[in-house]
């Protein structure tokens, strides 16, 4: 089976199905529960719901990490063939406030008990304005059909930068940002470092201790293919790294040289 185009079909299905939803029912933007440091919304659960379905309707049995209800197997009983690990919304905010900056974001691994950030296979990474970023490994990385690499501008670095609403943001953050450079915090980590992957910022720096697995999982396979490199925020390395990993921060950059020279700026600030 073509496993890049099997997780490419289903991230664009389930992001399709729930953007229906969106367009039909009004109660999209519910809160079902609330998290220290997050909430589902009804259009999370419907993607989950989604994932489920698309999954039974192309015949596999996978071991899935998600999100919103966590790790399943579906078909619930049988022996599963592939692990996927899922943000059914990333951006959901953006979402409800009409912002159209959110995708969904599906990882494939065929190794379906202890899967690490290296043992992923492929990725998409499929944006609400109808494009997807996807990758496999060792394939490259690619955009609608086109092939796409990490660009650096040193003249005026681009940084998504993700550091409120979690204690005192880091003096080497601080420092970063009084630089002569251009930040946004766009409100979709993968994404953002999918737009690292295909050259539009310099850098991805989330200094929180709040990813997930689930958030970065096929857009870190999709920015190691673009030319990208990534570590967690102190520089160290996560191909080691359960796919279901908690609480962590990230360091993404075009390459390993603005990396290295990004890591030793907060190292010394």
């Given amino acids: 089976m073509d496993e890049l185009a099997l997780v490419r079909r289903m ?14 029912h009004e109660d ?5 529960k609330r998290r220290k440091t997050d909430v589902t919304r009804k259009i999370d659960m419907v ?22 209800v966590g790790e399943r197997v579906v078909p619930h009983g ?14 959901s905010a953006n979402l409800v406030l009409g912002i159209p900056y959110y995708c969904t974001s599906l990882a494939l691994s065929k190794k379906t008990s202890g899967a690490t950030f290296a043992d992923v296979d492929a990725g998409a990474v499929a944006a609400t304005w109808g494009g997807t ?9 690619y955009y609608e059909g086109e092939r796409i690499s990490t660009m650096e501008h040193p003249e005026k670095p681009k940084y998504a930068i993700y550091s409120y609403g979690a204690g005192p943001i ?20 993968a994404l953002d470092m999918c737009m690292v992957a ?16 689930y958030d970065i999982m096929a857009a870190s396979l999709i920015l190691r293919e673009a030319g990208g490199f990534l570590t967690d925020y102190h520089g160290r390395g996560l191909s080691d ?11 993404g950059a075009a390459n390993e040289s603005l990396h290295d020279k990004l890591l030793k700026a907060f190292s010394q600030a």
């Fill in 11 to 24: 991230a664009e299905g389930v992001l399709e199905r729930s953007k229906e939803y969106l367009l039909s």
């Fill in 28 to 32: 999209y933007g519910e809160v079902l």
């Fill in 47 to 68: 993607a989950e719901e989604a994932l489920d379905a698309i999954i039974m309707e192309e015949g596999i049995r996978a071991r899935v990490i998600s999100e919103e």
């Fill in 78 to 91: 049988k022996e599963p063939e592939y692990t996927l690990v899922m943000d059914p919304i990333d951006g």
């Fill in 133 to 141: 970023f996807y990758a496999s490994k060792n394939g490259g990385a």
């Fill in 170 to 189: 880091p003096k080497g953050v601080i420092v970063l940002q009084e630089e002569n450079c251009v930040v946004r915090t766009m409100g979709s980590i």
């Fill in 198 to 213: 295909k050259g539009a910022f310099d850098a991805i720096i989330d200094s929180r201790n709040r990813i997930s697995g």
């Fill in 241 to 251: 790294k359960p796919v279901s990993i908690r609480g962590i921060s990230i360091l």
